[in-house]
Nanobody, 123 residues
Framework: VQLQAFGGGLVQAGGSLRLSCAASGLTFSSYAMGWFRQAPGKEREFVAAISWSGNSTYYADSVKGRFTISRDNAKNTVYLQMNSLKSEDTAIYYC?????????????????WGQGTLVTVSS
């Protein structure tokens, strides 16, 4: 399984970024997907997740209303649209594939991690 995340970068507070994660080596439509992040000096935390079909989405309270997770099963890709970015959103963002029949909302739920993409929000 390979998960390749990209789209990170430097953005001013209040700005937007869209992260993408391309998956290979798995039947993508059979796996729930998620995004996690790790800020400097902090533990990795859950950001958002999406069900196999895309009909159900889940968000951390800290990003609810600002971030939107989506997926395109035809392209084996999951996205994270991030709006109204804040300095506290600065982190390395990781995409993750959930274990079979599991929505990845915590580290033990994850079957595979992507390599991470850095998002820096300047205030």
């Amino acid at each position: 399984v390979q998960l390749q995340a990209f789209g990170g970068g430097l953005v001013q507070a209040g700005g937007s970024l869209r992260l993408s994660c391309a998956a290979s080596g798995l039947t993508f439509s059979s796996y729930a997907m998620g995004w996690f992040r790790q800020a400097p000096g902090k533990e990795r935390e859950f950001v958002a997740a999406i069900s196999w079909s895309g009909n159900s989405t889940y968000y951390a309270d800290s990003v609810k209303g600002r971030f939107t997770i989506s997926r395109d099963n035809a392209k084996n890709t999951v996205y994270l649209q991030m709006n109204s970015l804040k300095s506290e959103d600065t982190a390395i963002y990781y995409c993750a594939a959930g274990r079979r029949f599991t929505v990845p909302r915590d580290a033990p739920d994850v079957a595979a991690w992507g390599q991470g993409t850095l998002v820096t929000v300047s205030s």
